[in-house]
């Protein structure tokens, strides 16, 4: 029986049961890379399922964000499928953080870079030989006795937080996984990866990501960020918090109050710590921060002004957002439409002028950008005092373009990130990214009104200005400073997935809230109620005492 189907918005004839993958081969648009998912009515769906009714199909390779997503966790599973191949059955990785479009992993035994490399090179055989990544529903109870014996405790534990009577294992030769999401449907569509070997406790697993046209790019080590997250984790070592099965205990214990209190009170003598650091050198008069979006710039560079002037200094906070062109001189992005994250934006000459001028101690007066008419208004005098600091904000505090003409012994770069060192498990990290996301769709919902599809709609575009002009100049940076707390991620459930149970199933955006709900689901729900008003998170959950 034939039954009529559109694909890639062809419409087309086909049999009634074939597969999206046998549909795949049929497919003649220009991918760059090999197919990874369709989408089947919207809905993001493995290659192996069939078609038995009209439908409305999309075929996607990795260049799409969420195909993209699907692919890493595949090659996470081939990673770990290789070592245990290579390295003896009991060996197993850590999968820890983002490093440089890439994945910084630690083995479980030394390893050198000729390991690296045969490693490297066995997990291309792999790819070659097209083993099936075959999709399993096996009971709770049979999953959790399974990793128990592999001794991958961490996934086990994690089982008794999930209610459901039975799970998607995913099985690649003799190894089985549990990866929360999709995933491609045999190893053949792998073969886009390099690894960089760093020491022998760790390597970089590369890959291309929808940010990349060209390929994967040459590696470069940021120093910085490798270093802020080796320091959180090693502080979230001490309090036994490496995955969200502790932080869990911490929470069905009734520890979690106090969890709280710990991190909050850690965070604001790393803020005092940094305030020390910067006044150590008495030239300083000008701290630029800067970071990507949701990371709590705001309070953050509210916070560091009262530790400065605890420390006998008169910091004044100011903004590069005041300092934008006319609208008419506005730059426009590819679509015709106005584009403020563009260095361009800005008016640097008017910027620096105005800063040298405070800096030789002259009174200027500074502009306020009305942003509904379009132009600056000066309506704000200002003569630094001897003890004065400069504290600036803005996406673009890091280039080096900015304030090029200020000596730099005169400035203090901060970058500021939202590193959450927890983890899922060893192979599953938590996304900086998301945690990102998660802190925005929240804010924007409760301070402009916006609806979880409109904030969903922007973060692309959010997302392509910070990798074109916030991520390249991380290492710019004199500090960094980590604005995530461990416990938060709890906390966001409790007010992020009403709002996320809003998206429609005919929504645009409906995988990508069904995405983020099963990723919540791991998490036991933390009460906002012990979170003191100055902490960073309430710059996103309300109940502050600064102004945002």
């Given at each position: 029986?034939?039954?009529?189907?559109?694909?890639?918005?062809?419409?087309?004839?086909?049999?009634?049961?074939?597969?999206?993958?046998?549909?795949?081969?049929?497919?003649?648009?220009?991918?760059?890379?090999?197919?990874?998912?369709?989408?089947?009515?919207?809905?993001?769906t493995e290659l192996t399922e069939i078609i038995t009714k009209e439908c409305n199909i999309e075929f996607f390779d990795l260049m799409d964000r969420g195909a993209n997503e699907i692919y890493l966790n595949g090659l996470i599973m081939l990673t770990v499928y290789a070592f245990r191949k290579l390295f003896g059955s009991k060996s197993n990785i850590k999968v820890k953080h983002s490093l440089d479009k890439g994945l910084y992993i630690e083995p479980s035994i030394s390893l050198t870079k000729e390991d690296i490399t045969k490693l490297e090179n066995y997990m291309q055989d792999v790819v070659m030989e097209d083993l099936p990544i075959q999709k399993l529903t096996v009971s709770r109870l049979e999953t959790i006795d399974y990793f128990n014996k592999i001794g991958y405790k961490t996934k086990a534990d994690l089982m008794k937080y999930n209610t459901s009577t039975h799970l998607t294992l995913y099985k690649l030769g003799n190894l089985y996984d549990y990866f929360y999401s999709l995933m491609p449907i045999s190893t053949k569509?792998?073969?886009?990866?390099?690894?960089?070997?760093?020491?022998?406790?760790?390597?970089?697993?590369?890959?291309?990501?929808?940010?990349?046209?060209?390929?994967?790019?040459?590696?470069?080590?940021?120093?910085?960020?490798?270093?802020?997250?080796?320091?959180?984790?090693?502080?979230?070592?001490?309090?036994?918090?490496?995955?969200?099965?502790?932080?869990?205990?911490?929470?069905?214990?009734?520890?979690?109050?106090?969890?709280i209190k710990i991190d909050e009170l850690n965070k604001n003598n790393e803020l005092m710590e940094l305030a020390k650091k910067i006044i150590s050198n008495p030239k300083t008069k000008v701290v630029l921060l800067a970071g990507p979006s949701s990371t709590g710039k705001t309070t953050t560079t509210n916070k560091?002004?009262?530790?400065?002037?605890?420390?006998?200094?008169?910091?004044?906070?100011?903004?590069?957002?005041?300092?934008?062109?006319?609208?008419?001189?506005?730059?426009?992005d590819e679509n015709g439409k106005l584009d403020f994250e563009r260095l361009e934006a800005v008016d640097l000459k008017l910027f620096e002028d105005?800063?040298?001028?405070?800096?030789?101690?002259?009174?200027?007066?500074?502009?306020?950008?009305?942003?509904?008419?379009?132009?600056?208004?000066?309506?704000?005098?200002?003569?630094?005092?001897?003890?004065?600091?400069?504290?600036?904000?803005?996406?673009?505090?890091?280039?080096?373009?900015?304030?090029?003409?200020?000596?730099?012994a005169n400035k203090a770069c901060?970058?500021?990130?939202?590193?959450?060192?927890?983890?899922?498990?060893?192979?599953?990290?938590?996304?900086?990214?998301?945690?990102?996301?998660?802190?925005?769709?929240?804010?924007?919902?409760?301070?402009?009104?916006?609806?979880?599809?409109?904030?969903?709609?922007?973060?692309?575009?959010?997302?392509?200005?910070?990798?074109?002009?916030?991520?390249?100049?991380?290492?710019?940076?004199?500090?960094?400073?980590?604005?995530?707390?461990?416990?938060?991620?709890?906390?966001?459930?409790?007010?992020?997935?009403?709002?996320?149970y809003s998206v429609d199933p005919d929504s645009e955006y409906y995988n990508e809230a069904i995405r983020l709900l099963n990723f919540l689901r791991l998490f036991l729900p933390i009460s906002s109620e012990e979170i003191p008003k100055d902490s960073i998170l309430r710059e996103f959950i309300g109940g502050g005492c600064f102004k945002v």
């Open positions: 029986m034939d039954i009529k189907i559109i694909v890639n918005n062809i419409e087309m004839t086909v049999s009634k049961g074939i597969s999206l993958e046998e549909l795949s081969k049929k497919v003649t648009g220009s991918y760059k890379y090999e197919i990874i998912v369709a989408k089947v009515d919207g809905i993001y569509v792998l073969s886009h990866f390099e690894l960089t070997y760093l020491d022998e406790k760790g390597f970089v697993l590369r890959f291309p990501t929808v940010f990349m046209d060209d390929g994967i790019k040459k590696f470069e080590r940021r120093y910085n960020i490798f270093n802020l997250h080796k320091e959180s984790r090693e502080w979230a070592n001490k309090l036994d918090l490496t995955t969200v099965v502790d932080l869990n205990k911490k929470v069905s214990s009734g520890k979690i109050d106090e969890l560091l002004t009262l530790c400065l002037k605890s420390l006998g200094k008169n910091p004044l906070m100011l903004s590069m957002d005041d300092f934008f062109v006319e609208r008419e001189e506005t730059p426009k105005t800063i040298k001028k405070l800096l030789d101690n002259e009174q200027v007066t500074l502009p306020t950008f009305n942003f509904i008419l379009g132009k600056k208004e000066y309506n704000k005098i200002l003569k630094l005092e001897e003890n004065s600091i400069l504290l600036i904000e803005g996406i673009h505090a890091l280039n080096p373009k900015v304030l090029e003409h200020i000596p730099k901060v970058y500021l990130s939202a590193l959450n060192e927890l983890n899922v498990d060893d192979h599953v990290r938590i996304s900086t990214t998301d945690n990102r996301l998660l802190r925005r769709i929240i804010r924007d919902n409760r301070t402009r009104g916006r609806s979880v599809e409109d904030t969903l709609a922007d973060w692309p575009n959010v997302r392509k200005g910070e990798e074109e002009y916030i991520f390249p100049y991380q290492d710019e940076a004199d500090y960094t400073f980590n604005t995530a707390m461990i416990y938060e991620l709890g906390v966001l459930k409790t007010f992020v997935e009403p709002l996320l």
